[in-house]
């Protein structure tokens, strides 16, 4: 069973709000990832970071951001929701080495009205 | 970047029924993934293999990666209503972990 906690799991905004998605996990990873899913679709990372202070984006293009001041916590922004961010949000985790076995909260479902 | 071709992408079969799935690429991955992922909740691992031409079983399932280490597939023997889901493949190589578009499974009671 992976510790790895989203929080809210739903959200209905306005746009035009600012929004945070939280992310933490009790596993001590030093590697996490934010992934954007429609539903039934396919897993698109936005964002991942190795550790504390490092932060990358991924292949698909967001307009959030991200930062890792805590190895533990991994949390997402949207400075203006929009429409079009309307979408499912999944954090993972995973550790060092080869293995790289990714452990996934249980994700967020954002819409913005 | 690249995705795996994963197929097929959506399968309803009768309760009792094996079902078989598998996922390729023209890249090689030192390892694969297979997740499954119900309704509004994030994927969870079902099996992960780390050496070319390993079987492993877990429960009904059964993966294996390929010897080319091109490709992957996965089994589920005597399919129960509960195995109803989105079942993703995953290929990991240097640092890299790409998915597949999922394979969204019925099962009929």
């Known amino acids: 069973e992976a510790d790895i906690y989203q929080t809210p799991r739903y959200l209905v905004i306005g746009t035009g709000k600012k929004i945070t998605l939280e992310c933490s996990q009790t596993m001590g990873h030093d590697k996490m990832y934010w992934y954007q899913q429609d539903p039934g679709m396919e897993l698109h990372l936005i964002h991942y970071?190795?550790?504390?202070?490092?932060?990358e984006k991924g292949d698909l293009s967001s307009e959030s951001t991200v930062s890792r001041i805590r190895t533990e916590h991994f949390p997402l922004t949207l400075e203006s929701a929009r429409p079009s961010h309307t979408s499912q949000y999944l954090c993972?985790?995973?550790?060092?080495?080869?293995?790289?076995?990714?452990?996934f909260g249980a994700g967020t479902r954002l819409s913005v009205l | 970047g690249q995705q795996l071709n994963q197929s097929p992408q959506s399968m309803f079969i009768q309760e009792g029924e094996d079902v078989s799935m598998n996922c390729t690429s023209s890249?090689?991955?030192?390892?694969w993934l297979w997740y499954k992922q119900d309704p509004g909740e994030g994927p969870v691992l079902l099996i992960a293999l780390y050496k070319a031409g390993e079987l492993t079983s877990n429960g009904r399932l059964t993966a294996q990666f390929g010897i080319t280490r091109k490709d992957s597939f996965l089994n589920i023997s005597a399919s129960i209503p509960s195995d109803v889901g989105i079942y993703f493949c995953?290929?990991?190589?240097?640092?890299?972990?790409?998915f597949g578009a999922g394979t969204r499974l019925t099962v009929k009671p």
């Open positions: 890249s090689i991955f030192n390892t």
């Open positions: 995953a290929g990991h190589r240097n640092n890299d972990m790409r």
């Open positions: 970071s190795y550790g504390v202070n490092s932060t």
């Open positions: 993972a985790s995973s550790e060092t080495g080869d293995l790289n076995i990714q452990y």
